[in-house]
């Protein structure tokens, strides 16, 4: 029996059928477990484990011992259908695994890309879509899902196919019925076709390349032997498309061709949000969700994260001061770093969190009013800052909708902030201004003087009361009183002519009604005077509050009214009787190469969260206000460059 225990273990004998593994990697992986053994000292369970975890493409191995010396091993390997996002395989069942790469390089398996974990959903999508392709012929090259369940496949033919989220499978048939046409236009032109975007409702974005020197050739012979075919018969187009971009409609015997007639859509009306907070997360959802595809489709790109514009009552400000010691004979970039974090280390409200800790002014010694301390020689530096906070959790829920559409938020900015970036002027901010960002639910307010902003508010009453007093003014629905706000609407009656009329909608199938426009006005006119009244109660105390701390408190510059809101006729002439001082609209300044409408008071929020992200990225948050007067038109000029030249 002794003989027996010191008996060496001298045969490996391997089965199963192997494309990957080869003899010395079951020899290496024994050994790894120390020298061997006898073959009564030689444990299956730790054998067949340790080669389960040195080879992932091992699908299942049976270790068992054969008398007197002879050790058996049968493996069965993962037999891959596709490669997974470049490093891994994966099988019929979804599992994923990795095999080294020079074993696999002759191998060509479609290639299937997604999130970590959704290898089974991709390759659940993978073989629907293939099953209704290979009806036509067609194989799928690629098949990649964005963690926004966005779909982009790859043919066989190289063509590539955009079919966004949601009714791919409808988005794909609708693709199969298109081809013939696309086809034989690309005969008929001497191109191929280069990729379908299918994420319109109705229709599709084709484009298009040149065909390869020796396919081209190939194809002119066969068309003109077609030409003789046919004789002189009347030969009928397509005409693919009059482009919108909230769908691309195609319609078949027309023999003319239009192409690329863009009507940019990158907006919708929220849903599910009251005042600036949230009250329907699931609608907020799904409107973020709807407005991030849209503007996907405009910009051909899929986007990541996002600059997230906050508005609510929930939002206030507070000016503060810190000091520090100068650490060298002049003021260094790190003194003036860390005498704003000394400025910002203040108590803030309960539950609520800084957004913005933007400088006003630096004071060294005995000098105030300095801009930019940096190299300057003193003592000690002080510097003055407005902070602009937020209740944490009104913050949450509203990132908690945008990550649930699979983005992230790169930072949160008061949508007052953002608006006067993009609609005052370097001379407004210096002489003294207020900016109004009139929205649906809230007033968002900043005040400048001296070139720094002093102050911060939001007023929770905005356009949706005007609108909800023409409804229940005139017995409309709200959606038709919105419609009729911003069409017919005037804030100053005594400009209405008397004989001008607006179509009113009824509700419970009655039937529409005829009212006169100056009608209209006495709703409207009494209201916006009502809101505008609430900002100007706030400029005098705020007025009164800097002229008892030395500061600069006049408005030179008067007022900027901006925002969806501010849009109506006659708002400016209404506001000069409120606020006694000059009044504009103000819309985006210093935009070049978008369309007019981007250029409307509508747009200034968004226009400045471009800006303060540009900056930002660029130059860190507290750089942001001293760049605020720097013009994004070269910026969105090379943008769209790129959109035409995409497009």
Request: aromatic share 6%; glycine share 8%.
């Amino acid at each position: 029996m002794e003989d027996a225990q010191r008996l060496p273990l001298s045969k490996l004998v391997l089965t199963g059928e192997r494309h990957y593994t080869r003899n010395d990697d079951i020899r290496q992986s024994i050994l790894a477990l120390g020298e061997p053994g006898t073959f009564m000292t030689q444990d299956v369970n730790i054998i067949q484990t340790q080669i389960e975890q040195r080879l992932p493409w091992i699908k299942q191995v049976s270790v068992r011992k054969q008398w007197p010396d002879e050790l058996k091993i049968h493996l069965v390997e993962y037999v891959p259908i596709a490669r997974w996002n470049d490093q891994h395989m994966v099988d019929a069942e979804g599992n994923t695994f990795s095999v080294p790469p020079d074993r696999t390089s002759k191998q060509v398996l479609p290639m299937l890309y997604g999130p970590e974990g959704s290898a089974n959903e991709v390759l659940q999508g993978y073989r629907e879509m293939g099953q209704m392709l290979a009806k036509d012929r067609f194989t799928l090259k690629e098949a990649a899902m964005t963690a926004r369940r966005s779909w982009q496949l790859t043919l066989n033919n190289d063509i590539k196919l955009n079919l966004g989220r949601g009714d791919t499978m409808k988005r794909l048939a609708r693709f199969v019925e298109l081809y013939p046409v696309l086809q034989q236009q690309a005969q008929t032109d001497g191109k191929r076709i280069s990729y379908v975007d299918l994420r319109y409702d109705s229709g599709a974005a084709v484009g298009w390349a040149p065909l390869p020197p020796e396919e081209s050739t190939q194809q002119q012979i066969r068309h003109r032997q077609n030409n003789n075919d046919q004789g002189d018969g009347q030969k009928t187009g397509s005409r693919l498309g009059d482009w919108y971009r909230e769908g691309c409609r195609f319609s078949r015997g027309s023999s003319a061709r239009r192409y690329g007639q863009y009507h940019w859509r990158g907006q919708l009306p929220s849903r599910g949000m009251d005042k600036g907070g949230v009250n329907d997360l699931e609608s907020v959802v799904k409107c973020v969700q709807r407005a991030i595809d849209q503007a996907e489709l405009m910009a051909d790109c899929q986007i990541s994260s996002v600059y997230l514009a906050l508005s609510g009552k929930h939002i206030s400000c507070q000016n503060e001061i810190g000091m520090v010691p100068i650490s060298e004979e002049e003021v260094t970039q790190e003194d003036v770093e860390n005498v704003v974090h000394t400025a910002k280390s203040v108590r803030v409200r309960d539950e609520h969190r800084v957004l913005h800790v933007i400088p006003q002014e630096y004071a060294i010694d005995y000098q105030e009013g300095i801009k930019n301390p940096v190299g300057l020689s003193g003592v000690r530096m002080q510097a003055k800052v407005h902070l602009i906070t937020c209740h944490n959790d009104m913050a949450k829920n509203i990132v908690k909708a945008v990550e649930r559409c699979g983005l992230k938020v790169d930072q949160l900015i008061f949508a007052g902030l953002a608006s006067s970036y993009s609609v005052l002027t370097e001379d407004e901010r210096e002489l003294g201004v207020c900016v109004v960002d009139i929205g649906g639910g809230t007033m968002d307010i900043a005040v400048y003087t001296g070139g720094a902003l002093r102050h911060t508010k939001v007023i929770p009453y905005a356009g949706n009361v005007v609108t909800s007093d023409i409804a229940y003014a005139f017995g409309t629905p709200p959606s038709d009183a919105e419609a009729i706000k911003v069409r017919h609407g005037c804030a100053l009656g005594s400009i209405v002519g008397k004989d001008e009329s607006v179509e009113v909608p009824s509700v419970g199938g009655r039937p529409p009604r005829s009212l006169q426009r100056q009608t209209l006005a006495e709703v409207i006119e009494p209201r916006y005077t009502e809101l505008l009244n609430l900002v100007n109660e706030e400029i005098l105390q705020l007025q009164e509050k800097l002229r008892q701390q030395g500061v600069k408190h006049h408005l030179a510059a008067g007022i900027v009214l901006t925002g969806g809101a501010a849009q109506i006729e006659g708002l400016a002439a209404c506001a000069q009787r409120v606020f006694h001082t000059q009044v504009r609209i103000g819309a985006p300044l210093n935009i070049t190469g978008l369309t007019d409408y981007a250029q409307e008071p509508y747009y200034s929020t968004a226009v400045g969260l471009l800006h303060y992200g540009k900056e930002s990225h660029l130059n860190g948050e507290a750089e942001v206000e001293k760049r605020v007067t720097a013009s994004v038109g070269s910026w969105i000029k090379r943008l769209n460059s790129w959109l035409r030249k995409e497009f």
